[in-house]
């Protein structure tokens, strides 16, 4: 029997805010274990929660990007449970009327995954397990947490990434999140099953639990897959359980029968009131929000006339994409642009582990030095060399170029003398040229713009070489 994947995801976002959900408390992450920490997010009795107004606004304005339904009236709730990392013994959370409502996210090539809801909470514990003991640091307890949750609409691991990607790109272009999965800002549930194709009814499904790494989430999809395939296959019926993934064995292991929502007792959170949002509060945020990537890399490759792999590199980073735009404005060259930030840029920011907005290199710098480039004022291996240094130092590229007089040499009378003394010193390279090697005429070209001290238009000394070997 042929069966068809469903998967849906639960995906945690850590909000930036700069304290807790509940609590003064700050978010700073690597701080020594349990040193951010009061009597609420403790659960100390008597010590009562203070709702932190930043991650309502981030929540909304996180849904508003999704296109949620933003509910003016909203409420917490406490899901009790008993767990090492969770002092106070339950969870604040909202279960009955949750923030956000509906949404979607579009998947490249079309296909459009539907939210079910977006609820805020607070965050637990972090357990360390060492031989013989655990460990649990509360600092991460009481973080602000927004639980996207999506309908099962996703039906290959591959969809499930791209639907990930796509979602991180949004919460991190809305300022809503860093995203940062080394640092736990984004963790998914993945809840999995199969069913008979052609058939409308869900299987029974499996979730695997906190998974942080996207390739890990790929890989525990491939092996639940087809490990429920072998179940059904074999005539084993699939338990609803919760498993875990061991990225090291590259299998998932049980953890626990599934829970219910009555297991849990929800019931109103008595110490907080309900969120209260106007429609004027909500248009006010939605205002706030930038252009949606996937619109602006279309609208990057109108206004600039760039393809469409150079606007999705330079759309995935908000900050990279600014930079972009105020520099292919500048220059009046999209695509030559592009091509600088993707090659030239990239790299140097690589090389120096560092963001071009950190860097001394400012866009307007970057557009007026491709203007030179372009009018032909300098040549490229002149634009190369100077552009480390603005990185590091910034500048005015014109004022540098006419200082240090730099402005290429198009003057074939002047060029002309150092061709020929280049073709009379490598009399080999001349005979290696003329015998078919045309690798001889890029070393003869550079001898002459060794000569020129790099400033002569190396078009022109080609054209100058290739007439004198004729």
Known sequence: MEYEVVIGLETHVQLKTRTKMFCGCGTAFGATPNTHVCPVCLGYPGALPTLNGQAIRLTVMAGLMLGCDIAERSRFDRKNYFYPDSAKNYQITQNGAPLCLGGHVDLPG?????????????????????PGCSGVDFNRGGLPLMEIVSEPDLRSPDEAIAYLTALREMMVYAGVSDCNLEEGNMRSDVNVSLRPKGQEAYGVKVEIKNMNTFSGIHAALEYEIARQTQALGQGRAIVQ????????????????????????????????????LTQAQIDAWANDLPEAPAARRERMMRDYGIPEYDAGVLSADRALADFFEAAAKRSGNGKLTSNWVMAEVLALTAREGTHVKDSALTPEALGDLLRLLDAKTINGPTAKALLPELFARGGDPAAIVKERGLAQVADAGAIEPLVEAALADNPKVVADY???????????????????KGKASPQLVQQLLRDKLA
Not at 434 to 452: E, N, P, T, Y
């Open 241 to 276: 359980e919760t498993r875990r993934w061991d990225p090291d064995l590259g299998e998932t292991f049980t953890m626990r029968t599934k829970e219910n929502a009555e297991d849990y007792r929800y019931f109103p959170e008595p110490d907080l009131p309900p969120v209260i």
């Open 434 to 452: 003329r015998a078919g090697k045309q690798a001889a005429l890029g070393f003869l070209v550079g001898q002459v713009m060794k000569r020129s």
């Open 110 to 130: 079309g296909r459009r995954i539907r939210l079910n809801h977006i609820h805020l909470e607070e965050d637990v514990g972090k357990l360390t397990h060492r």
